[in-house]
């Protein structure tokens, strides 16, 4: 009777082992979504917010990955004429939010519109026009420019003129622009030159410096002295990635996975093995004796 109780908890032991072999495959093949994820894109791109409605009191702009109502980022307190940095995100579906700054982030919205943003692309999002006709206006930005080149287009922010003529080197590059309109972007000879609005009165001009291979937008703003223009750099250069100081991670949102199990299936499987030999080992040596004593006797 003892050897067939031997023999189960032999293949017990056995059958043990073999399954906790087996549990490393079966946790290496489960996958675990990243929390917060946005939409079914896959990849990066870049979004940066602005602010260019100059009726508008200063905000704060949330911005949400598509179907979580976490915030992805928050810029506070943002006023006329503010542009933000490139920010990194996952491609995908977004909802841009703007609220009177410092209410709470469950207030209603003085603006909300969605926007997508596919891989490799870059995008303002931009709240313009007069406070009464408040919209989000979202440009694709181009990121490439022809050999030997700049790129260079006109967002027309100014309330107090509503139609400008914008001028590079001499060259018009919008001409009779209206409040808000945003121009296609247009190649120009790179180089330190100045650049001329025109508005009937309200003229200004300043120098502008435009590096082979850059993109650049051009912003006319209302100041306190009268016309301001403010360039921004949209790319220096690069085919991949935008200028502006990309803030990347997001503290942490993406989900991490368990730490694997492997080590320690390892170490019980050695364990069982272990045991399971001295089990042998034992039997037969119990075995052995019994023949010994019947033999003698």
Request: net charge positive.
């Amino acid at each position: 009777m003892t050897v067939p109780r031997t023999a189960r908890r032999l293949a017990l032991m056995l059958a043990a082992v073999a399954l906790l072999l087996g549990l490393p495959a079966a946790a290496a093949s489960a996958t675990i979504p990243a929390s917060g994820g946005a939409g079914t894109g896959s990849g990066t791109g870049w979004i940066r917010l602005a602010h260019l409605s100059p009726d508008m009191p200063a905000t704060d702009v949330y911005l949400y990955s598509f179907g979580n109502p976490d915030a992805r980022f928050v810029l506070h307190h943002v006023s006329y004429g503010t542009v933000s940095a490139y920010r990194t995100v996952p491609a995908g579906d977004y909802g841009v939010a703007m609220r009177a700054a410092g209410a709470p982030a469950s207030s209603q919205p003085v603006l909300s519109a969605s926007i997508t943003i596919a891989a490799g692309h870059a995008y303002t999002a931009a709240a313009v026009g007069p406070r009464p006709g408040l919209r989000l206006q979202v440009l694709t930005d181009d990121l490439t420019t022809p050999a030997g080149k700049a790129l260079v287009r006109v967002i027309q922010a100014s309330l107090k003129q509503r139609t400008v003529t914008v001028s590079w080197d001499g060259q018009q590059v919008a001409a009779g622009l209206a409040f808000p309109a945003v121009t296609s972007y247009r190649a120009v000879t790179p180089g330190t030159e100045r650049v001329s609005v025109q508005a009937g009165g309200g003229d200004a001009s300043s120098p502008v410096g435009l590096a082979a291979g850059s993109v650049h937008t051009l912003v006319v703003l209302d100041g306190a002295g009268g016309l301001e223009i403010d360039n921004l750099e949209d790319a220096a250069g690069s085919a991949q990635m935008p200028a502006g100081g990309a803030a990347t991670g997001f503290g942490g949102t993406a989900a991490h996975g368990p730490a694997s199990a492997l080590p320690w299936l390892v170490a019980i499987g050695a364990g069982a093995l272990l045991s399971l030999a001295a089990g042998v080992q034992l039997a037969s040596a119990s075995r052995r004796r019994r023949r010994c004593a019947s033999g003698a006797g």
